[in-house]
């Protein structure tokens, strides 16, 4: 019988909100790693998201999305 193969999952936590995720690849840098909503509260200008995940998130939609 073949043995089967461990999966080696890495804990981190988000530097700024403090949220704890885990990952299955090592990070190089694990002091700089961020969530995806403390990247976009970083930078909301970069946010292009589509309204329907904003909607869900909570999140109030620009002007240019709304339609």
Sequence with gaps: ??????KITYNYECSLTGEQFVTTAKA???KELLTVKAFYEMNPDMDD?????????GIPAT???KH
């Design 63 to 65: 002007n240019e999305e």
């Design 1 to 6: 019988m073949k043995r089967r193969r461990e």
């Design 49 to 57: 998201r589509p309204a329907i995940i904003k909607k869900k998130l």
């Design 28 to 30: 190089p840098n694990p």
